[in-house]
Protein backbone atom coordinates (compact mmCIF):
# COMPACT_ATOMS: atom_id res chain seq x y z
CA UNK A 1 0.00 0.00 0.00
CA UNK A 2 1.06 3.44 -0.72
CA UNK A 3 0.91 5.42 2.03
CA UNK A 4 1.21 9.50 2.16
CA UNK A 5 3.63 10.60 5.19
CA UNK A 6 3.55 13.86 6.64
CA UNK A 7 7.42 14.80 7.60
CA UNK A 8 7.42 16.25 11.42
CA UNK A 9 10.17 18.92 12.42
CA UNK A 10 13.08 15.98 12.99
CA UNK A 11 12.94 15.01 9.61
CA UNK A 12 10.87 11.53 10.12
CA UNK A 13 7.90 10.60 8.15
CA UNK A 14 4.76 9.94 9.97
CA UNK A 15 2.74 7.67 7.68
CA UNK A 16 -1.03 9.67 7.16
CA UNK A 17 -3.10 5.95 8.06
CA UNK A 18 -2.46 4.44 11.46
CA UNK A 19 -4.08 1.65 13.11
CA UNK A 20 -6.06 3.32 16.30
CA UNK A 21 -5.28 -0.05 19.21
CA UNK A 22 -7.54 1.58 22.03
CA UNK A 23 -9.32 -2.08 22.93
CA UNK A 24 -7.06 -4.22 20.86
CA UNK A 25 -6.00 -6.41 23.33
CA UNK A 26 -5.55 -10.04 24.06
CA UNK A 27 -5.55 -12.29 21.07
CA UNK A 28 -8.11 -11.14 19.11
CA UNK A 29 -6.12 -7.56 19.49
CA UNK A 30 -3.14 -9.25 18.04
CA UNK A 31 -4.69 -10.65 15.23
CA UNK A 32 -5.97 -7.02 14.30
CA UNK A 33 -2.87 -5.82 14.61
CA UNK A 34 -1.37 -8.56 12.63
CA UNK A 35 -3.67 -8.27 10.01
CA UNK A 36 -3.06 -4.63 9.47
CA UNK A 37 0.52 -5.25 9.26
CA UNK A 38 0.16 -7.94 6.97
CA UNK A 39 -2.11 -5.35 4.30
CA UNK A 40 0.64 -2.97 4.86
CA UNK A 41 -0.15 -0.87 7.57
CA UNK A 42 2.83 1.14 9.15
CA UNK A 43 1.41 3.29 11.58
CA UNK A 44 0.36 1.99 14.98
CA UNK A 45 -0.32 4.35 17.34
CA UNK A 46 -0.74 2.53 21.18
CA UNK A 47 -0.67 4.37 25.19
CA UNK A 48 0.32 3.18 28.23
CA UNK A 49 -3.55 3.56 29.04
CA UNK A 50 -4.36 1.29 26.72
CA UNK A 51 -2.53 -1.74 28.63
CA UNK A 52 -1.77 -3.18 25.33
CA UNK A 53 1.85 -2.26 24.67
CA UNK A 54 3.07 -5.73 24.83
CA UNK A 55 0.44 -7.22 22.16
CA UNK A 56 1.95 -4.33 20.12
CA UNK A 57 5.68 -5.85 20.73
CA UNK A 58 4.51 -8.92 19.94
CA UNK A 59 2.60 -7.77 16.57
CA UNK A 60 5.52 -6.33 15.35
CA UNK A 61 8.22 -8.78 16.34
CA UNK A 62 10.64 -9.99 13.78
CA UNK A 63 9.20 -6.40 11.49
CA UNK A 64 11.09 -4.36 9.74
CA UNK A 65 11.66 -1.81 12.46
CA UNK A 66 13.13 1.11 10.30
CA UNK A 67 9.91 0.56 8.17
CA UNK A 68 7.03 0.96 11.28
CA UNK A 69 5.78 4.06 12.71
CA UNK A 70 5.16 3.54 16.71
CA UNK A 71 3.32 6.47 18.83
CA UNK A 72 2.80 5.87 22.02
CA UNK A 73 1.69 8.26 25.16
CA UNK A 74 1.90 8.94 28.87
CA UNK A 75 -0.87 8.81 31.22
CA UNK A 76 -1.76 11.87 32.88
CA UNK A 77 -0.67 10.41 35.96
CA UNK A 78 2.94 10.19 35.27
CA UNK A 79 3.95 13.80 34.08
CA UNK A 80 6.10 14.46 36.41
CA UNK A 81 9.95 14.23 35.07
CA UNK A 82 11.07 10.77 36.53
CA UNK A 83 7.96 9.69 36.15
CA UNK A 84 7.98 10.31 32.49
CA UNK A 85 11.69 8.93 31.87
CA UNK A 86 10.31 5.28 34.24
CA UNK A 87 7.08 5.57 32.16
CA UNK A 88 9.12 5.54 28.74
CA UNK A 89 11.31 3.12 29.38
CA UNK A 90 8.33 0.74 30.91
CA UNK A 91 6.87 1.19 27.52
CA UNK A 92 10.32 0.20 25.54
CA UNK A 93 9.98 -2.86 27.45
CA UNK A 94 7.20 -3.72 27.44
CA UNK A 95 6.93 -3.60 23.32
CA UNK A 96 10.49 -5.10 22.88
CA UNK A 97 11.72 -2.06 20.62
CA UNK A 98 14.81 0.35 21.02
CA UNK A 99 13.03 3.64 20.20
CA UNK A 100 9.34 4.95 20.01
CA UNK A 101 8.59 7.23 16.63
CA UNK A 102 6.04 9.94 18.74
CA UNK A 103 5.91 9.69 21.91
CA UNK A 104 2.92 11.92 23.50
CA UNK A 105 1.51 13.45 26.03
CA UNK A 106 -1.60 11.57 26.65
CA UNK A 107 -4.19 14.14 28.41
CA UNK A 108 -2.99 17.76 30.15
CA UNK A 109 -2.30 17.69 33.76
CA UNK A 110 -3.30 21.21 35.35
CA UNK A 111 -1.33 20.39 38.78
CA UNK A 112 1.82 18.65 36.94
CA UNK A 113 3.63 21.90 35.79
CA UNK A 114 4.60 21.37 31.67
CA UNK A 115 7.94 22.81 32.11
CA UNK A 116 8.61 19.40 34.09
CA UNK A 117 6.75 16.57 31.42
CA UNK A 118 8.84 18.72 28.08
CA UNK A 119 11.97 18.81 29.82
CA UNK A 120 11.30 15.09 30.46
CA UNK A 121 10.47 14.69 26.73
CA UNK A 122 13.58 16.57 25.37
CA UNK A 123 15.81 14.60 27.56
CA UNK A 124 14.18 10.65 25.99
CA UNK A 125 14.80 12.77 22.66
CA UNK A 126 18.35 13.45 23.62
CA UNK A 127 18.97 9.93 25.12
CA UNK A 128 17.58 8.33 21.49
CA UNK A 129 14.52 6.81 23.43
CA UNK A 130 11.73 8.81 21.49
CA UNK A 131 12.30 10.27 18.19
CA UNK A 132 9.53 13.05 18.18
CA UNK A 133 7.56 14.85 21.27
CA UNK A 134 4.02 15.32 20.98
CA UNK A 135 -0.04 15.83 23.10
CA UNK A 136 -2.44 14.90 22.60
CA UNK A 137 -6.20 16.27 23.82
CA UNK A 138 -4.50 20.14 23.98
CA UNK A 139 -6.92 22.50 23.02
CA UNK A 140 -5.73 25.87 21.50
CA UNK A 141 -4.65 28.04 24.79
CA UNK A 142 -2.80 24.70 26.20
CA UNK A 143 -1.31 24.14 23.18
CA UNK A 144 -0.24 27.67 22.44
CA UNK A 145 1.28 28.00 26.14
CA UNK A 146 2.76 24.64 25.43
CA UNK A 147 4.76 26.00 22.74
CA UNK A 148 6.08 28.50 24.37
CA UNK A 149 7.49 26.28 26.68
CA UNK A 150 8.82 22.95 24.92
CA UNK A 151 12.75 22.61 24.12
CA UNK A 152 12.05 20.35 21.66
CA UNK A 153 9.48 20.81 18.47
CA UNK A 154 5.86 19.64 19.19
CA UNK A 155 5.78 17.08 16.28
CA UNK A 156 2.29 16.52 16.88
CA UNK A 157 -1.36 17.09 18.48
CA UNK A 158 -4.00 13.91 18.57
CA UNK A 159 -7.43 15.06 19.19
CA UNK A 160 -10.88 13.99 18.79
CA UNK A 161 -11.89 15.07 14.99
CA UNK A 162 -14.43 13.62 12.56
CA UNK A 163 -17.18 15.58 11.20
CA UNK A 164 -19.56 15.99 13.96
CA UNK A 165 -16.49 17.77 15.14
CA UNK A 166 -14.37 19.82 13.25
CA UNK A 167 -11.92 21.52 15.06
CA UNK A 168 -11.22 23.66 12.33
CA UNK A 169 -9.72 26.53 14.30
CA UNK A 170 -7.37 24.12 16.29
CA UNK A 171 -6.09 22.51 13.71
CA UNK A 172 -4.90 25.56 11.70
CA UNK A 173 -3.12 26.70 14.80
CA UNK A 174 -1.36 23.32 14.91
CA UNK A 175 -0.71 23.77 11.21
CA UNK A 176 0.31 27.56 11.51
CA UNK A 177 2.99 26.32 13.62
CA UNK A 178 4.83 23.12 12.32
CA UNK A 179 2.25 21.06 14.54
CA UNK A 180 0.62 17.77 13.04
CA UNK A 181 -2.64 16.86 13.72
CA UNK A 182 -3.81 13.38 13.81
CA UNK A 183 -7.86 12.60 14.55
CA UNK A 184 -8.94 9.75 16.61
CA UNK A 185 -12.08 8.76 16.48
CA UNK A 186 -12.07 9.62 12.71
CA UNK A 187 -15.52 7.32 12.26
CA UNK A 188 -17.08 9.02 15.26
CA UNK A 189 -17.47 4.87 16.27
CA UNK A 190 -19.33 4.65 13.85
CA UNK A 191 -22.19 7.51 13.78
CA UNK A 192 -20.52 8.93 10.13
CA UNK A 193 -21.94 5.61 8.62
CA UNK A 194 -25.70 6.89 9.74
CA UNK A 195 -25.67 10.21 7.81
CA UNK A 196 -27.50 11.06 5.27
CA UNK A 197 -25.14 13.80 3.82
CA UNK A 198 -21.95 11.26 4.13
CA UNK A 199 -23.99 8.60 2.99
CA UNK A 200 -24.80 10.76 -0.27
CA UNK A 201 -21.63 11.42 -0.95
CA UNK A 202 -20.18 8.02 -0.83
CA UNK A 203 -22.56 6.81 -3.19
CA UNK A 204 -21.79 9.64 -5.30
CA UNK A 205 -17.67 8.54 -5.44
CA UNK A 206 -18.85 4.68 -5.57
CA UNK A 207 -17.89 4.71 -1.19
CA UNK A 208 -18.42 4.28 2.31
CA UNK A 209 -18.98 6.96 4.45
CA UNK A 210 -16.17 5.71 6.53
CA UNK A 211 -14.04 6.10 3.32
CA UNK A 212 -15.96 9.68 2.58
CA UNK A 213 -15.00 10.96 6.43
CA UNK A 214 -11.47 9.64 6.21
CA UNK A 215 -10.67 11.21 2.74
CA UNK A 216 -12.35 14.36 4.31
CA UNK A 217 -9.85 14.33 7.25
CA UNK A 218 -7.06 13.41 5.33
CA UNK A 219 -7.54 16.71 2.81
CA UNK A 220 -7.89 18.83 5.93
CA UNK A 221 -4.22 17.95 6.40
CA UNK A 222 -4.84 15.29 8.89
CA UNK A 223 -3.61 11.97 10.13
CA UNK A 224 -6.10 9.45 11.19
CA UNK A 225 -5.70 6.93 13.36
CA UNK A 226 -9.14 4.45 12.78
CA UNK A 227 -9.65 1.08 14.65
CA UNK A 228 -11.14 -2.28 14.14
CA UNK A 229 -11.01 -5.49 14.30
CA UNK A 230 -12.25 -6.34 11.33
CA UNK A 231 -10.05 -7.46 8.23
CA UNK A 232 -13.00 -5.72 5.48
CA UNK A 233 -12.96 -2.86 7.39
CA UNK A 234 -9.23 -2.54 8.41
CA UNK A 235 -8.77 -2.68 4.09
CA UNK A 236 -11.84 -0.27 3.75
CA UNK A 237 -10.04 2.14 5.88
CA UNK A 238 -6.71 1.89 3.47
CA UNK A 239 -8.58 2.81 0.26
CA UNK A 240 -8.66 6.41 1.00
CA UNK A 241 -5.44 7.83 -1.58
CA UNK A 242 -6.64 7.12 -5.00
CA UNK A 243 -9.39 9.60 -5.15
CA UNK A 244 -10.76 13.17 -3.99
CA UNK A 245 -13.43 15.03 -2.39
CA UNK A 246 -14.55 17.98 -4.64
CA UNK A 247 -14.76 21.49 -2.66
CA UNK A 248 -18.62 21.29 -2.84
CA UNK A 249 -18.36 17.66 -1.01
CA UNK A 250 -15.61 19.63 1.37
CA UNK A 251 -17.78 22.44 1.87
CA UNK A 252 -20.88 20.03 2.24
CA UNK A 253 -19.05 18.63 5.45
CA UNK A 254 -17.80 21.21 6.81
CA UNK A 255 -21.01 22.69 7.08
CA UNK A 256 -22.60 19.37 9.19
CA UNK A 257 -24.48 20.99 11.97
CA UNK A 258 -24.45 18.41 14.60
CA UNK A 259 -21.71 18.83 17.81
CA UNK A 260 -20.66 15.82 19.26
CA UNK A 261 -18.27 15.21 21.61
CA UNK A 262 -17.94 11.29 22.28
CA UNK A 263 -14.15 11.17 24.31
CA UNK A 264 -15.10 14.02 27.18
CA UNK A 265 -13.80 13.57 30.81
CA UNK A 266 -15.42 17.23 31.65
CA UNK A 267 -11.52 18.88 31.96
CA UNK A 268 -12.64 22.54 32.02
CA UNK A 269 -10.63 23.43 28.94
CA UNK A 270 -13.47 20.91 27.25
CA UNK A 271 -16.32 23.19 28.30
CA UNK A 272 -18.18 24.16 24.74
Known sequence: MVQEAVELPSG???????????RLQGSEGLRAIRAALEMGYRHIDTAEMYENQETVG????????????????????????GDVIATCEAALLEMGIDYID?????WPNP??????????????????????AGVSNFQSERLSRA?????????????ELHPFLYQRDLIRLCH??????????????GKVFRHPTLRRIGEEHGRTPGQVALRWLLQKGCIVIPRSLKERHLRE???VYDWSLSEPDVAAIDDIPERLRLINPEFEEFGE
Open 176 to 189: DNGVSVTAYCPLAR
Open 147 to 159: LGISSVPIANNQV
Open 58 to 81: EAVRDRDRQALFITSKVTPQHLRH
Open 12 to 22: DMMPTLGLGTW
Open 237 to 239: NMQ
Open 111 to 132: DVPMEQTFDALARLVELGRIRN
Open 102 to 106: LYLIH
